[in-house]
């Protein structure tokens, strides 16, 4: 069964640092989505892909957050620097179309020090 | 703004009991959709049930079913013969509009199903 493929699934990192994530959707899912979610509450929406092209990243800390999904397929997500409040689950998750079900994949794990 | 709202931090239910998660949304649009997701502990969140607010008849997969209330704006997951592996986080959200808009999710009730 197809699954939508997310690493490293832990991260512990120092504050300051750079860290990245990396996110394979399941083929042919043209929209992605990349999520946070703080322990103890539901993830959050942090930029939504249609394709290569960004449709929604209001919610993206523009200043040390930063994503790509260049040729359309796998996505990264990179935080830098690091900060203490960043410590949460990434969620990647994909879907054949915008209106269509989401499939989430197992989250990377952030710790920040 | 429109916002989910889940106002049971946790419960619990013994196995081959029913229970009711509750899950209370605000929005002026019309056209929208509502979720229930499980994230079991360390994997993936899966979609258990979906309803479109169009239609009437509450949506039902086998053991899980909802209850919708448009004009109270409730949504609520019940969930007959638990089973130890309903043991998760279960988060309602709602896709507001068209569908091309993101899912926005609730803060989670913790079930837990005891033997």
């Known amino acids: 069964e197809a699954e939508v493929a997310q690493s490293p699934r832990y991260k512990i990192t120092e504050k300051s640092q750079a860290v990245a994530f990396w996110c394979d959707p399941i083929?042919?899912?043209?929209?992605l989505y990349w999520y946070r979610q703080i322990l103890g509450q539901g993830p959050e929406l942090l930029v939504q892909?249609?394709?290569?092209?960004?449709?929604?990243d209001s919610q993206l800390p523009k200043d040390r957050f930063s994503a790509e999904r260049l040729k359309g397929v796998d996505s990264t997500l990179k935080i830098q620097p690091a900060e203490l409040g960043d410590s949460a689950m990434y969620l990647c998750?994909?879907?054949?179309?915008?209106?269509?079900?989401?499939?989430f994949g197992e989250g990377s794990r952030l710790t920040v020090l | 703004a429109q916002t989910v709202t889940q106002s049971q931090p946790e419960m619990s239910v013994q196995e081959a009991e029913t229970v009711t998660l509750s899950c209370t949304y605000d929005?002026?649009?019309?056209?929208?959709?509502l979720f229930w997701y499980k994230q079991p502990p360390s994997r993936q969140m899966i979609l258990v049930i979906r309803?479109?607010?169009?239609k009437q008849q509450n949506a039902t997969e086998n053991r899980f079913s909802v209850n919708f209330q448009k004009a109270a704006k409730s949504f609520s997951l019940k969930i007959s013969d638990s089973q130890l592996g309903d043991t998760a986080m279960y988060f309602c959200?709602?896709?507001w509009g068209s569908g091309n808009t993101p899912l926005v999710f609730g803060k989670g009730t913790r079930l837990s199903v005891i033997a």
């Open positions: 083929s042919g899912h043209a929209t």
């Open positions: 309803q479109e607010a169009y």
């Open positions: 892909f249609q394709d290569e092209s960004v449709v929604d």
């Open positions: 959200a709602s896709r």
């Open positions: 998750a994909s879907s054949l179309h915008p209106a269509g079900e989401l499939f």
């Open positions: 929005t002026s649009e019309n056209n929208y959709y």
